[in-house]
């Protein structure tokens, strides 16, 4: 069975970090750019980070550059998305998902991990 399953979420201070993983099972996973979204309250879900298939490629939104970094471990069929300088609003559900390339579309998608940023 395909399957996406991230971890790592928890409550944390702003200022902290935090590591995320999406492991990824039952698909070939080398041969998918992967990608983190999230999604706050009352808000739309949003593009966080994207990776090549192979890991020489990355993109971020304008929010979280600089503070946050995709990366890809395919022997492990696992993606990370490390998350530093946290602040309150990078509070949501972070999401990751599969796509043929960075720019989508995604077409298989994790139930999502918790993240919460105390002020």
């Known amino acids: 069975q395909l399957q996406l399953v991230e971890s790592g979420g928890r409550l944390v201070p702003a200022g902290d970090s935090l590591r995320l993983s999406c492991a990824g099972s039952?698909?070939?996973?080398?041969?998918?750019?992967m990608g983190w979204f999230r999604q706050a309250p009352g808000k739309e879900r949003e593009f966080v980070a994207a990776?090549?298939?192979?890991?020489?490629?990355?993109r971020y939104a304008e929010s979280v550059r600089g503070r946050f970094t995709i990366s890809r471990d395919n022997a492990k069929n696992t993606v990370y998305l490390q998350m530093n300088s946290l602040k309150p609003e990078d509070t949501a559900v972070y999401s990751c998902?599969?796509?043929?390339?960075?720019?989508?579309?995604?077409?298989?998608w994790g139930q999502g991990t918790q993240v919460t940023v105390s002020s």
């Open positions: 039952g698909l070939a996973f080398r041969a998918y750019a």
């Open positions: 998902a599969r796509s043929p390339r960075t720019t989508g579309p995604y077409d298989l």
């Open positions: 990776i090549t298939q192979s890991g020489s490629g990355t």
